[in-house]
């Protein structure tokens, strides 16, 4: 069955084509476990690509399509490898990578007979694969096949993924939405649905059998992507399918509303639907049941956050709040980060949160991973009552090394200025500046003068009491802690003199932004600095060059130079910027935090500068008037309060720059 390779054996794929021979021809026979370790290899060299692992995929196409005659061999599982790699790319810079692939593609298209011929296969899976396969290759022969079939095979699965295929080679398929068969009707309304009622009426079936459909994993993602360029459809679509009676439909199409709602504005359409939702499956948990269980295991251990839409959709109701309590409570039994619903009930006030952080800090082992993370930096005010004591006793009696320095901020995060008390909580905190504790939630231990520094800065000249103590770090060896201090006393008795002998130095830091914030604050008089601050325009990073430009701004109150830089670095994804040509759906943020306090003072600044910065104006409307998403984050709730604020400030800033016309 093998036949002998005649390509150059000492080119740079010979290591990868030996490889792949040799296991070609022990799955010559047609043994499983010989077919099982070839198959392996190719699936490694096709997920792991490198520099001749395309090689080894050409070599074995030709014969990984004459093993699907061979008795007993897994021809589904072949047939998923073909199928992936007529979907692979390569780049156009590994010349390699190009021809090899293109070999086998090439390979695959003239196995389209073979193809065809299982097409009519006795085994229903091995049939959908086929035609899933033809749908990759535009030939005449694979387009009739699939027709046929479309009409005569009587397999519900197989016929929706001929309809499927058939729409992969942009060949008409509308006829398919009259099929009997409640599943090939679903497969036609996400691909050429037109009216909003071919859509419901194709979804509305979509339970039975979906999950057999090849390349189809689940409805909600399939929808989105079939429908992408009407995206009036694709909100219909996920509405019908957040009402679906399958539960399971309901949990995905949650996720891919989550990611909706992250990259699309009109997407808050479905939160009614997410409200719904949240509530009956928030009760549903409480229960005892084999179904309840089951849920519960699901929610806590399967892929992506349940939570993570339902988030934002907490608090429209009492059921929905309460929803959330549910699924906050859930997710503690998880040992990672990031529990939306609780964090969703801090941004929504609930008094619960309060309760939650007082028993935890009092507790033999406080779950410290979820209060620094997604609990702490979110209290404010409205948490005093029920956790400010407990905070105010970890920062009074907690030892050295056991002190948490997220709780000394939290403590300055839920108490003002004219607390009654407040002069109990400066002299805790001051008492705290070279005290050891705990870094961060992931652990660390060191000296934060700095941060305990910033909490007293918050008080302002209720924090009297602490002059001294901050005084004291004038001489400390660190600059960040003498800026730091510097700007504290500047806010406690309104003298800048401190501050203004640390900023030449904080400036020429590597890290100049805290300079460059307290050079914005105090304006004119610290025009002695303005020529750092316009060198610093420059700056490659977005948010230096920004929080530059806003210093400048307000120091010397010079327009031209400024404008500029602030409209350049809001179009960055370092502050945050979701680029236009991202994709509504997969559309992963960027590895960086994004720099929000900068994005805020710039768009500010703009508003601050009025006419003279004309040349924003563009940019602000697309920040008002976009339907897409213009703040990206990997936190769905906080993104979209972090675009609803942008979009509120672009307006504020537009209406200042050109303000409407009164004449009628």
Same mark, same amino acid.
């Not at 004459?66 to 692979?88: A, M, N, S």
């Not at 949240?278 to 806590?300: F, I, K, P, S, Y």
């Not at 009696?397 to 839920?414: I, K, M």
């Given at each position: ?214 390349? %189809? ?36 199409? %949650? ?101 939650? %952080? ?307």
């Amino acid at each position: 069955m093998l036949d002998e390779d005649d390509t150059d054996e000492d080119d740079e794929y010979r290591y990868e084509r030996d490889r792949v021979r040799r296991l070609l021809t022990a799955a010559a026979g047609g043994a499983p476990a010989d077919v099982e370790r070839l198959l392996d290899a190719v699936w490694w060299a096709y997920e792991v690509p490198h520099d001749d692992a395309y090689a080894g995929i050409a070599l074995a196409v030709p014969y990984l399509v004459k093993l699907l005659d061979v008795p007993g061999v897994d021809r589904t599982r072949i047939l998923r490898l073909l199928t992936e790699v007529t979907e692979r790319s390569a780049d156009p810079e590994q010349p390699g990578w190009l021809a090899n692939l293109t070999a086998a593609q090439a390979a695959l298209t003239a196995a389209t007979p073979t193809v065809q011929r299982l097409a009519a296969d006795t085994d229903a899976g091995v049939r959908a694969w086929a035609a899933t396969l033809l749908g990759r290759v535009a030939t005449d022969g694979a387009v009739a096949t699939l027709h046929r079939l479309s009409r005569t095979d009587p397999n519900p699965a197989v016929r929706a993924a001929v309809t499927v295929a058939l729409a992969d080679l942009g060949v008409p398929v509308a006829d398919r939405l009259d099929d009997p068969a409640p599943l090939p009707r679903f497969a036609a309304a996400v691909t050429v649905a037109t009216t909003p009622a071919d859509l419901r009426r194709g979804l509305a079936g979509a339970a039975p059998g979906y999950d057999e459909l090849p390349r %189809v994993p689940s409805p909600a993602p399939h929808l989105c992507e079939r429908l992408a360029d009407r995206p009036d459809l694709v909100l219909d679509g996920m509405e019908v399918l957040l009402g679906h009676p399958d539960t399971w439909i309901r949990d995905g199409t %949650v996720r891919t509303a989550g990611d909706l709602l992250r990259a699309w504005r009109p997407a808050v359409r479905l939160v009614p639907a997410l409200v719904r939702i949240l509530a009956a499956t928030g009760a549903a948990l409480t229960g005892d049941g084999e179904t309840a269980q089951d849920l519960r295991r699901h929610l806590v251990f399967g892929p992506g956050d349940f939570g993570a839409a339902l988030s934002y959709a907490g608090g429209t109701t009492p059921d929905a709040t309460d929803g959330l309590a549910t699924f906050a409570a859930l997710h503690q039994h998880r040992s990672t980060p990031g529990n939306d619903p609780l964090r969703a009930l801090c941004r929504l006030r609930d008094p619960r949160i309060g309760r939650y %952080v007082a028993e935890q800090l009092t507790a033999d082992e406080p779950r410290w991973l979820e209060l620094e993370f997604d609990v702490l930096p979110r209290l404010g005010p409205w948490a005093a009552a029920t956790c400010g004591p407990a905070l105010l006793d970890h920062v009074r009696t907690a030892p050295d090394g056991v002190l948490r320095f997220g709780v000394v901020e939290a403590l300055g995060r839920v108490t003002t200025p004219t607390d009654a008390a407040v002069a109990e909580v400066v002299d805790a905190v001051r008492n705290r500046i070279g005290s050891i504790g705990i870094l961060r939630w992931i652990g660390g231990l060191g000296t934060a003068p700095d941060r305990v520094t910033r909490v007293l800065d918050r008080f302002g000249p209720a924090a009297a009491g602490a002059l001294p103590d901050l005084h004291a770090l004038r001489d400390h060896d660190d600059p960040g802690v003498r800026l730091a201090a510097a700007l504290a006393v500047h806010h406690i008795d309104l003298d800048p003199a401190l501050l203004l002998a640390e900023l030449g130095t904080g400036l020429g830091a590597a890290d100049p932004r805290p300079a460059l914030d307290a050079l914005a604050e105090i304006g004119p008089a610290g025009a002695g600095f303005a020529e750092q601050a316009r060198t610093l325009l420059r700056h490659q990073d977005a948010g230096v060059a920004a929080r530059a430009a806003v210093a400048y701004w307000r120091v010397a109150g010079a327009a031209e130079p400024v404008v500029p830089v602030l409209v350049r670095a809001l179009g960055d994804v370092g502050l945050g910027m979701r680029p236009a040509d991202w994709p509504i759906l997969r559309g992963d943020p960027p590895p960086t935090i994004p720099d929000g306090t900068a994005r805020t003072a710039a768009v500010r600044c703009l508003g601050e500068i009025g006419p003279a910065a004309a040349g924003a104006v563009a940019l602000l409307r697309t920040g008002v008037g976009s339907d897409r998403r213009q703040i990206w984050g990997s936190d769905l709730a906080d993104t979209l309060a972090a675009d609803d604020d942008w979009r509120r400030q672009c307006a504020d800033a537009l209406f200042r720059i050109d303000p409407p016309s009164t004449e009628d």
